[in-house]
């Protein structure tokens, strides 16, 4: 079964800085990976995605994502915060080729807090 | 495209009381999601269709609740009777085909059990 594991509940960064979200995945099979944002009372939005393609991924809103297979991981980054990026974070994994294709699982989330 | 369409959008009801979600999908989707958000558990896959069939619904955490879909462009849930620990957000989401993950949610009902 696959798996991802958000380092962080909270992150606080200031108007302008670098914004570093981590995740790290487990998957028996070469993983998809995604990256959701969800904004206060809404549902959730897809920011990116990573299909066995190019490993830097670019999404939107400035937001990028680099795959390292040696890591496990797919951290999340933009190079300049801003106000309007507060919000929560979720890095999610699906395994395509079993059962479980269309499963997501989802890590738990990352609140993001900008400062002015 | 008018998105995911949940409905209602907030739910209040009494311990025992019967509650019904709805959802409407993408048209064209083939594929529907029902999740639960608490602060407890995060996110949870509850049960998803195929082509209006459901193909796994081992999220779902009881008896007492369900899941239909009875065409293309709806499917509810219902809980019957809710406790007051089922309050939470439940959303709906739906892809297209091999859409790998990228799932389209709706905004989420926020259930309150009381």
């Known amino acids: 079964a696959q798996s991802v594991t958000q380092l962080g509940s909270h992150v606080s960064v200031s108007e302008g800085a670098l914004v570093l979200l981590r995740c790290n995945y487990s998957?028996?099979?070469?993983?998809?990976l995604f990256w959701y944002v969800q904004y206060p009372n809404q549902g959730l939005q897809l920011l990116l995605k990573y299909t066995s393609a190019a490993t830097l991924v670019k999404g939107i809103n400035g937001f990028e994502a680099e795959f390292k297979k040696s890591e496990t991981s797919f951290h999340l980054t933009k190079p300049s915060a801003h106000m309007s990026d507060a919000a929560e974070y979720f890095c999610a994994v699906s395994a395509p080729g079993g059962s479980n294709d269309y499963k997501l699982s989802f890590g738990a989330g990352t609140t993001v807090t900008v400062r002015a | 495209d008018a998105g995911v369409i949940q409905s209602p959008r907030h739910e209040v009801t009494e311990m025992g009381q019967e509650v019904t979600l709805r959802c409407k999908p993408i048209s064209g989707h083939d594929y529907l999601f029902w999740y639960r958000q608490t602060m407890m558990r995060g996110l949870e896959l509850l049960i998803y269709?195929?082509?209006?069939?459901?193909?796994?619904d081992s999220g779902m955490p009881e008896d007492r609740f369900s899941a239909k879909m009875p065409n293309a462009s709806f499917s509810t849930l219902k809980i019957q009777p809710s406790e007051p620990r089922d309050s939470a957000v439940y959303f709906c989401a739906s892809s297209l085909g091999q859409g790998w993950g990228e799932q389209y949610f709706g905004p989420g009902t926020r259930l309150t059990v009381t």
């Open positions: 998957s028996s099979v070469p993983p998809y």
């Open positions: 269709f195929n082509n209006n069939v459901p193909i796994d």
